[in-house]
């Protein structure tokens, strides 16, 4: 087990590292510095300027810094549009929103997703059965950014019972419609995973065993095949997380929940370089973190996995 | 031959032979058809999906107005005259500027669809080769090349595209590339495993021993083989670059005006759905849907009928 957590360590750090030099060196290569504006800065000042932030380093020096600052101070830098406000201000003001609506819409499209994909299962090729499929079938085709609108379409503006945005500190009514849009088209991935893994799991000669022993059917369900079913769920966490975290970039704009994705979208707009750079690493490093965590609980799950 | 009385019924009973040996050597994709065929849901699928792509094609010809004239009798006031009609040939309304809905949807549509179908592309040719080589030559090379794939899948491919977008000019090519990039990794997983599993066949072990060079019997021996996943995976990925695509138009970081795609459609009609000028909103939206559904069924299907064995 050890050996497979350092295993995994090595492909995790390198692939940061791939992810910070390529973006550092897009950021290189995009036309115009940080600071040329429609009225050119006179020579003197726009070299303190650059001096101030370490622009007149050569490339791979100003790339060491970072990533020292990133390490041994988490230190994103600074932003180059708002010079009142560093990337850490904007992660400490928006990661708490974004983390918040992020981990309970993880939760509830996986507590929903795998009941339906059970009692489809269970209750295979019956009425219950064909609607879940087609249930997630359509959801699956609902992304965030179609679930958003229409949600504020029908609770806001027609219904008039949710708020159409906000965050007001996390209230239950704000988080209604951010958790909806965010976790429908991943209920439906989940859902339609659990579903086909079970079907796998009952068929198999361990279940037959455990009927042939006249064990009660809800024994079977909770204590020997849930366990099997949700190994493809687990590794498909990974990729859910990434998807959420995409996700959110949407739900900030559409809910103006005041997360990260708000601001990085305007620095993409504005092509304000620095703040993308840091919130992309940010995110990245997120992902990274995510999939290494979900591939050890699998590996721990598992005792096939034996590295 | 002495023994035979009659020639005329030896030869009828070897036609038989010959007709009943026909008629039961059916091949993997007859039987793959066969089973397609009869999955109602992926059939009708596949007769929508036609329908959309002959609208898209056809469409324009009966447009009125084109995809980028504003009819400024009408913009100011969208909301009370800009729905759908047939009268003044706005058949489905106005965007939120006074343009043409009919003629901005058939263009988003073409745009999605390709985006959708070249990234599919990419994905297959770069995904199939990487993967292939990487399974047969095995190895150390296997070794580095996978390590790849893993370092790359792992890096959340969205964000590189965006940064793309921003840093380059917002192009479709510049999408093409980015969304390229990323889309192989997951296919040259699966066709290395196939590949794997493919090595050790005799007929591969004969075109070895028929002195053969390993960069013929991967594409020619090898590639047709693994055509059954790689058609299954790629019909899954098309709905996947669309909705990657409309994501990113969806950020308004995507195609550029005039050009147009579905997800922009939506990100414009989601903007004005508070004005209630609903079917800019839900006239995209049903294009996008049903296109993503079809493809989905179909994808489904395709699985189902190619590969038995994975229901």
Request: charged share 15%; with cysteine; proline share 4%.
């Amino acid at each position: 087990m050890l050996n497979y957590v350092i295993r995994r360590l090595l492909v995790a750090v390198p692939t940061l590292l791939i992810l910070i030099i390529i973006c550092f060196y897009l950021m290189q290569t995009a036309p115009g510095g940080p600071f040329t504006s429609e009225r050119p800065l006179p020579p003197q000042v726009l070299a303190n300027i650059e001096a101030k932030y370490g622009l007149d380093q050569p490339h791979y020096k100003q790339l060491y810094n970072y990533v020292v600052g990133i390490v041994t101070q988490f230190d994103f830098g600074p932003s180059y549009q708002y010079k009142d406000r560093s990337v850490n201000d904007i992660i400490a003001q928006g990661f708490p929103v974004t983390l918040t609506y992020g981990f309970i819409s993880f939760v509830v499209a996986t507590i929903v997703g795998v009941s339906l994909g059970v009692v489809a299962a269970i209750r295979h090729n019956t009425a219950l059965d064909y609607i879940a499929v087609g249930a997630t079938f359509s959801a699956q085709a609902l992304p965030n950014f179609v679930m958003a609108p229409i949600l504020i379409y029908v609770f806001t503006l027609k219904l008039g019972l949710l708020p159409g945005g906000g965050w007001n500190g996390g209230q239950w009514q704000y988080l209604i419609m951010p958790v909806i849009a965010l976790s429908t088209s991943f209920f439906a991935s989940v859902a339609r995973i659990t579903r086909s893994s079970m079907l796998e799991v009952l068929n198999s000669n361990f279940i037959r065993t455990a009927r042939a022993k006249g064990l009660p059917e809800t024994t079977i369900i909770w204590r020997h095949a849930l366990k099997p079913t949700l190994m493809p769920v687990v590794s498909y966490l990974g990729p859910a997380f990434v998807g959420m975290i995409t996700g959110s970039v949407v739900i900030d704009i559409y809910f103006s929940t005041g997360g990260i994705g708000r601001f990085y979208v305007n620095s993409a707009l504005n092509r304000d370089y620095a703040v993308m750079l840091g919130l992309t690493i940010l995110y990245g490093g997120l992902t990274v973190l995510f999939n290494l965590l979900t591939d050890l609980l699998y590996a721990w799950l598992d005792p096939k996995i034996r590295y | 031959m002495g023994m035979v009385k009659d020639p005329e019924r030896v030869e009828a009973i070897a036609d038989n032979i010959a007709d009943a040996r026909e008629v039961k050597g059916r091949s993997l994709w007859q039987d793959a058809m066969g089973r397609f065929v009869h999955n109602k849901a992926a059939v009708g699928s596949v007769f929508i999906l036609a329908g959309i792509l002959l609208f898209a094609i056809v469409g324009p010809y009966f447009a009125v107005w084109s995809n980028e004239e504003i009819d400024w009798a009408r913009m100011g006031n969208v909301a009370d005259v800009g729905q759908p009609s047939f009268e003044n040939g706005h058949f489905f309304g106005l965007d939120s500027i006074g343009r043409d809905l009919y003629s901005r949807t058939i263009q988003g549509t073409l745009t999605s669809l390709m985006v959708g179908v070249v990234g599919a592309m990419v994905a297959v040719v770069i995904g199939t080769l990487y993967g292939a080589i990487s399974g047969f030559v095995g190895g150390w090379v296997d070794n580095l090349m996978m390590r790849t794939v893993d370092i790359l899948i792992a890096i959340p491919y969205m964000f590189v595209i965006i940064l793309l977008m921003v840093i380059f000019e917002r192009s479709l090519i510049m999408l093409f590339v980015g969304i390229g990039m990323f889309s192989w990794l997951d296919m040259s997983r699966i066709v290395r495993g196939q590949t794997l599993a493919l090595k050790h066949k005799e007929f591969i072990e004969a075109a070895r021993a028929a002195g053969v060079g390993w960069f013929v019997i991967v594409v020619r021996h090898i590639m047709p083989n693994l055509l059954g996943v790689v058609v299954v995976y790629a019909t899954l990925l098309v709905p996947g670059m669309i909705m990657a695509e409309s994501f990113i138009s969806f950020l308004g970081l995507g195609v550029q005006e005039p050009n147009t795609s579905l997800g922009a459609l939506i990100s414009d009609g989601a903007g004005t759905i508070l004005y209630d000028q609903v079917w800019q909103l839900a006239i995209p939206l049903t294009f996008f849907l049903t296109i993503v559904i079809s493809l989905f069924f179909i994808g489904d299907g395709l699985r189902d009928a190619l590969d038995p064995k994975d229901r």
